[in-house]
């Protein structure tokens, strides 16, 4: 066993212990990450910037100064903005664009001692579930050849999936943290929204994007998100809320706890699997003391298309600004050519077909005449699904479980055909965005053919301390310890 | 307070060659707040500055920066919004106007179309002693102004500067309650006054940090009343709006031509298209620049970076609690306190520096000639120059110590235009600047009837003339001061003459 192997709780540990040093874990994760070119995980790497944090963590934690994430190695999303490390969003529109500033989430992590190994793939802008749209080609997923890690933060799952970091940045607009999670036998977290700060992430639909951290334990998930929340004044839609010491959180006792069982979540096209699994999670936690309680959440067959209409017009909008004109990609024009023809051409080359597909939907859905039966209907729809879980929490629930995605990882290219399709996969997921609560993904157990499965648990806003308690009793109930075997 | 009984003014009438046409005009101002800051970056808002040096992160829409709003520009608008007594709306909420042009980097301005932060308000427009329209303000909304497309330094390409992307403006929007070209000059003039007065506008047209989009219809007389009593837009004629314009001479001059535009067109049996049009000011016309049909589907819709606007009522009631006497209440005290004539207190009141000045020398003084002093003597010199009243050469305190030596009767009016002038090249304190040039008007009437008595008795045909015609009993006036060079008082000369002519 290799230290690259290490959660960021054991992998702390040992560098407090001075048993490694950042470097030789860094090393050991770089030559893992450099030998996984068949994964397509790693988009970037940056081992020099990588080596150079690892040694500043030394010198951190031999000076006894030592937060919890210093000398973590750390793949990054390549969402985020990373200072002087090219930021591109997996998308062509963004090539060579190298930022002059880091996002707020890198900065926090980087501050309390964290290393970057380097950018992660995903879908291109977070548009995605199977990291196919990517503009680096798909990242692969280490539990078998040609299965998807799924998506948007598919890179980010492989990478922790297959120990070639500790841990790594995802965000979840539509679930792009927890199905990447459930598909790769990882853990993830998407936070209430407003808990982690948006600046300095390539913005996908601004009123869902939340980012989270993706880990190999509920642990690592508490640690890493301590790290990256607080209230950040330049994200207008941060809130100014205290962040407790969710590590602390985890006692391991849920007794008296209501779990809600939403019946809406039952729905046709769930492979048996993720049925019987869901069971076996409510007994779990029926187990360790809790109620578990059927709860109904009405307008929940409403949410995909609400989420697939709200999502689309945010991006429409907000990539707008790939224009060619400042940064990024330019469209070789000919002569003649004006400044349309360099938006046409340049937006018709630089973004792949699913991002020509959102931008066109949004922008139908809020153009004149369309807005009221469409955006409109949909910011209603929002406020009904915001409030179905508002009704449930008030009912005395005090978290909902319920499958992550409707069946375990599927093969690459098998949905790229049909869109609709691949935006089913998000159908137990967009709720929560909907709604800005947080949910963790946590593996449970392996399907039939040996591929991991997650269930999630929905929390109440900024609980995210009692949720992952939650999460973390169904994790040591799981005993979940199956591991990818090496094939890349 | 103001008299606020006045008249409204007549509308402009325009002969068609059928018949007579009535104009109607709404109008949106783009007012830039005074702000050091732009409306959601820290970067400087300064004018004139090297291109794309005033240019943060988030106005060049870098990826994954945020808009965080500027309390400032919000506080700016608040004050204008009381200024034009308007409604504050406590929760307000700002939108994307999406389109796509290379000086509008983020690909959407940032404004507030459903719910903007100032309501209904007013502004009377004086068109003439007693006679003024009160013109309705529907909203003040805050919206991110462009950046500036440069598209004649290079055959092959454009550029752009981004110094101005994301500077606060605040498009005050009026119903069309303006009658005439005339109107609308006097409408923004107001407006710019009151913004001036309140220091949220510098109101500098040249620079663009006042510009206006002027919507024009014509009706047949009658129609405009029926609108009135119903605010039923159909009784009105189609609008056309003319553009982005930002002088009063230009204002008029478009309005004129469209209006005079859109009734031959309409006495040709056709009908206005709506449309956005540019004005000529080379060619005095107007052109069109986009119809109705191509008009922009801007999709609007909230921006979600930025949550709703919330603020307190305490905090509006503490910036009412600052607010600046405004010019219709200056204006009615100048006329009250000081005696001013309409006219001389709208000179005086034009210009807030011009108007402290005033009231300076004014204060325990003749109120009416400290006005004719500071109107005729300082302006007409500082216009002469070409400066501006903070630069006048000439303090208020030196120009009141002029205005009590003609009090006391020390120095003539004529002394006193002398002094003006030395004060104003030299400086100095002006009662030792007489002193010292040994400028004292005589009023020793021994030494006056002399010098009178000299006079008449060199000049019997005058002295004749002048017992038959009163009038020209002037002459000897003169006459008599010219012989004292010029120091004899005017008043003492005047009396002694007549008595002496037995007048």
Same mark, same amino acid.
Not at chain 1, 41 to 46: D, I, L, P
Not at chain 2, 34 to 38: L, R, V, Y
């Given at each position: 066993m290799t230290s690259n192997t290490l959660t960021i709780e054991a992998a702390r540990n040992a560098l407090r212990k001075r048993e490694i040093t950042a470097v030789e874990l860094t090393e050991a994760c770089l030559a893992a990450a450099g030998a996984s070119a068949k994964l397509n995980?790693?988009?970037?790497?940056?081992p020099d910037l990588a080596l150079e944090m690892a040694k500043a963590a030394d010198a951190r934690l031999a000076s006894g @100064?030592?937060?919890?994430?210093?000398?973590i190695p750390l793949g990054i999303k390549d969402l985020f903005c990373t200072r002087g490390v090219p930021s591109?969003?997996?998308?062509?529109?963004?090539? *060579?664009f190298t930022p002059e500033y880091e996002s707020t989430v890198t900065t926090k992590l980087f501050a309390d001692g964290a290393v970057m190994l380097g950018k992660l793939n995903m879908d291109e802008f977070a548009m *995605?579930?199977?990291?196919?749209?990517?503009a680096y080609g798909p990242a692969i997923n280490p539990w078998r050849d040609g299965l998807t890690p799924g998506g948007s933060s598919g890179g980010s799952a492989a990478a922790v999936a297959a120990d070639l970091c500790i841990a790594a940045t995802g965000t979840d607009t539509g679930g792009s943290i927890r199905q990447p999670a459930a598909f790769t036998g990882t853990v993830g977290i998407k936070p209430?929204?407003?808990?982690?700060?948006?600046? *300095?992430v390539v913005a996908y639909a601004s009123s869902l994007d939340q980012a989270g951290p993706m880990t190999k334990s509920v642990r690592d998930a508490a640690i890493m998100l301590g790290a990256m929340a607080g209230h950040d004044?330049?994200?207008?839609?941060?809130?100014d809320i205290a962040v407790p010491d969710f590590e602390a959180a985890l006692t391991g006792d849920i007794r008296g706890k209501k779990i809600g069982i939403p019946r809406?979540?039952?729905? @046709?096209?769930?492979s048996d699997e993720i049925d019987v699994l869901w069971r076996r999670g409510a007994e779990m936690l029926r187990d360790a003391g809790a109620t578990i309680v059927d709860i109904s959440l009405p307008h929940t067959k409403y949410a995909l298309p609400a989420y697939y209409v709200i999502a689309p017009a945010e991006a429409s909008s907000n990539l707008?600004?790939?224009?060619?004109?400042?940064?990024g990609m330019r469209a070789t024009l000919d002569a003649g050519d004006g400044i349309t023809d360099m938006y046409e051409k340049t937006r018709a080359k630089g973004f792949g077909k699913e991002v020509q597909r959102r931008v066109m939907v949004g922008a139908y859905v809020l153009s004149a005449g369309f807005y009221d039966a469409y955006y409109n209907r949909a910011r209603k729809v929002r406020a009904l699904i915001k409030r179905d879980f508002e009704n449930a929490f008030a009912d005395g629930v005090d978290a909902i479980l319920a499958p992550?995605?409707?069946?375990p990882a599927f093969e690459i290219g098998k949905k790229s055909g049909n869109p609709v399709e691949a935006y089913l996969n998000d159908v137990f997921t967009v709720t929560l965005n909907l709604a800005g609560l947080p949910g963790v993904s946590v593996p449970v157990g392996l399907s039939a053919s040996g591929l991991p499965l997650g269930l999630q648990l929905i929390g109440q806003p900024w609980q995210e301390a009692e949720l992952l308690n939650h999460a973390y009793v169904l994790e040591k109930s799981a005993g979940f310890v199956a591991k990818p075997a090496k094939w890349w | 307070m103001l008299d606020l009984t006045f008249e409204n003014p007549k509308p402009k009438v325009i002969a068609g060659a059928l018949h007579d046409w009535e104009l109607v005009i709404g109008m949106e101002i783009h007012a830039q707040v005074?702000?050091?800051?732009?409306l959601f970056s820290g970067a400087s808002t300064g004018?004139?500055?090297?291109?794309?040096?005033?240019?943060?992160f988030v106005d060049c829409a870098m990826p994954g920066m945020l808009p965080v709003i500027n309390e400032f520009c919000i506080e700016q608008a608040v004050r204008t919004g009381l200024g034009l007594k308007a409604a504050i709306n406590l929760r307000s909420a700002f939108d994307r106007k999406n389109y796509f042009y290379p000086d509008l980097p983020q690909g959407y301005q940032i404004s507030? &179309?459903?719910?903007?932060i100032v309501g209904e308000g007013e502004v009377l427009v004086e068109m003439g002693p007693g006679v003024a329209r009160l013109v309705r303000i529907e909203r003040i909304h805050l919206e991110q102004d462009a950046g500036k497309s440069i598209h004649d330094m290079d055959p092959n390409s454009s550029f752009v500067d981004f110094?101005?992307?994301g500077v606060a403006l605040m498009e005050i929007v009026s119903r069309p309650d303006i009658r005439g070209p005339e109107e609308a000059a006097a409408y923004v003039t107001k407006l710019r006054q009151i913004l001036r007065y309140l220091g949220?506008?510098?109101?500098n047209m040249q620079n663009g940090n006042l510009r206006a989009d002027v919507n024009v219809s014509v009706c047949r007389p009658g129609q405009y009343e029926r609108y009135q009593a119903?605010?039923?837009?159909?009784?009105l004629g189609t609008r056309c709006e003319i553009k982005n314009m930002n002088s009063m001479r230009f204002i008029q001059a478009a309005i004129d031509y469209e209006a005079r535009r859109q009734i031959a067109i309409l006495e040709d049996g056709g009908s206005v298209a709506q449309e956005t049009r540019l004005y000529d000011p080379d060619r005095n016309e107007t052109r069109s620049m986009r119809s109705k049909e191509e008009?922009?589907?801007?999709?609007?819709?909230?921006?979600?970076?930025l949550l709703p606007l919330e603020i307190e009522q305490a905090w509006v009631d503490g910036i009412a609690a600052t607010m600046p006497e405004l010019p219709d209440a200056k204006k009615a005290r100048f006329m009250g306190?000081?005696? &001013?004539?309409d006219y001389d207190a709208n000179v005086l009141t034009a210009e807030l520096d011009a108007a402290g000045f005033f009231e300076e020398v004014a204060k325990g003084r003749d109120g009416k000639q400290a006005a004719n002093w500071v109107i005729n003597e300082l302006f007409g010199r500082l216009n002469k120059e070409g400066l501006a009243i903070e630069a006048s050469p000439i303090s208020a305190a030196q120009l009141g110590g002029i205005l009590d030596l003609m009090a006391k009767g020390e120095i003539s009016g004529k002394m006193a235009k002398d002094l003006f002038e030395i004060v104003w090249t030299e400086g100095g304190d002006p009662a030792e600047v007489a002193a010292a040039r040994g400028m004292k008007q005589v009023t020793d009437t021994g030494a006056i009837e002399a010098a009178v008595d000299e006079i008449i008795a060199a000049n019997p045909a005058q002295v004749e003339k002048a017992k038959a015609n009163?009038? &020209?009993?002037g002459w000897f006036v003169g006459q008599v001061i010219k012989a004292t060079g010029g120091k004899a008082a005017p008043a003492t000369v005047n009396e002694l003459v007549n008595r002496k002519l037995g007048l």
């Open positions: 995980a790693f988009v970037h790497h940056t @100064d030592a937060p919890s994430m210093c000398g591109q969003a997996a998308s062509n529109i963004l090539s *060579g *995605g579930s199977s990291n196919e749209n990517s209430t929204y407003g808990r982690v700060s948006r600046w *300095g004044a330049k994200d207008s839609t941060s809130a809406e979540y039952r729905m @046709d096209g769930m707008a600004r790939y224009d060619g004109v400042r940064y992550a995605t409707p069946t | 005074s702000s050091n800051a732009k004018f004139g500055a090297e291109p794309n040096s005033h240019v943060a507030q &179309l459903y719910h903007p110094n101005r992307t949220t506008c510098d109101g119903t605010q039923d837009f159909s009784h008009a922009h589907d801007y999709r609007y819709f909230p921006d979600p970076d306190d000081f005696g &001013l004539t009163p009038k &020209l009993a």
